[in-house]
């Protein structure tokens, strides 16, 4: 006799790897931390969800279960103080820390190396770099206190080898890189493990669309002249020939922030179907 469970809901049920944990995700009202709040809220973890963005957020809080124990914090991650204040917030009301997904990032402009504003270069390093490192600091503190914790902050393929057109986002990416390497050797002797996530091409939907169209109003020579055209040319160059997930993504960090990868730190889990293979 052979019983073969393809019923998402029952493997949800089944999976205990986030019950009770206390998870800080932020960028939550986002298309990644939004899909996360719901996949690991039904996983039975407790979410923390972050983002500057309190009308994105009440749309995360719309959209999940009534069931999950979760609550939401307006909190810009570039400012040190008010990440500092919703940090204590988190605690107090969940009593500890367990896990982060360091996930909020602004993608900046679409423009050309010689054109790009450089005040724009600056806004998306005080993001994606500046306010990644406030937040896995301030979280660290907390978990180094209470004894360990795992963090997963959110890179990207562009940061491995580039996009044109995104100098600004691909340089944030790649220090992120760096900054997880160097944080795990730091935080390893506390028992917190920190690794990246780097995934590429992940859709269908908004973030993909809007990527697309934006790269074709750039057009040639880096890319084709109508979002369609780019968004095959995308798939063409993808070993997989097809887009990621967003299950996929969550999945992978999943897998970071759980105990099945209790002895990795300092990596970078790449989700691109192959794009990047070979990228030292
Ligand atoms: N979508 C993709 O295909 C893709 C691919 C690779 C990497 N990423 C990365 O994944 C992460 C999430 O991407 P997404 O697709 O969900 O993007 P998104 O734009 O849908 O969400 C990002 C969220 O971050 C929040 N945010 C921005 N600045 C903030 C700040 N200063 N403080 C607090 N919150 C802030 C925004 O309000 C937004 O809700 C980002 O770091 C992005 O760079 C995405």
Redesign the pocket.
């Known amino acids: 006799m052979e019983k073969i469970c393809h019923d998402p809901k029952s493997q949800i049920a089944t999976d205990q790897r986030f019950v009770g944990k206390v998870l800080v995700i932020?960028?939550?009202?986002?298309?990644?931390?939004r899909a996360a709040c719901r996949y690991f809220g039904e996983r039975g973890a407790r979410v923390a969800a972050?983002?500057?963005?309190a009308e994105?957020l009440e749309g995360t809080f719309a959209e999940i279960s009534d069931g999950m124990d979760s609550k939401g914090f307006v909190?810009?991650?570039?400012n040190a103080s008010q990440v500092a204040s919703v940090v204590e917030r988190i605690v107090e009301r969940f009593g500890r820390i367990d896990l982060l997904w360091n996930?909020?990032?602004?993608?900046g402009k679409i423009q050309s190396c010689l054109d790009y504003d450089p005040l724009d270069f600056a806004s998306v390093m005080n993001?994606?770099v500046t306010?990644m490192f406030i937040v896995l600091q301030a979280v660290a503190r907390q978990m180094k206190q209470q004894g360990g914790g795992v963090i997963v902050n959110?890179?990207?393929?562009?940061g491995m080898r580039g996009t044109p057109g995104m100098i600004a986002?691909a340089s944030s990416?790649a220090a992120i890189l760096t900054m997880t390497v160097n944080a795990a050797k730091e935080l390893a002797r506390f028992h917190i493990r920190v690794n990246s996530i780097?995934?590429?091409?992940?859709?269908p939907g908004y973030?993909?669309d809007r990527?697309n169209a934006l790269h074709a109003e750039l057009g040639p020579p880096y890319y084709a002249d109508t979002a369609e055209k780019v968004g095959e040319a995308k798939i063409n160059a993808v070993p997989m020939q097809r887009v990621g997930s967003l299950e996929e993504v969550l999945q992978s960090t999943a897998f970071l922030l759980s105990s099945e990868s209790s002895y990795t730190t300092g990596i970078n889990l790449v989700v691109d179907g192959g794009l990047a293979a070979g990228t030292k």
């Open positions: 932020t960028g939550a009202g986002g298309q990644f931390g972050l983002d500057q963005n994105a909190c810009d991650v570039t996930n909020a990032g602004y993608q993001i994606n306010g959110t890179a990207s393929v562009a986002y990416k780097s995934p590429a091409l992940i859709g973030m993909w990527q």
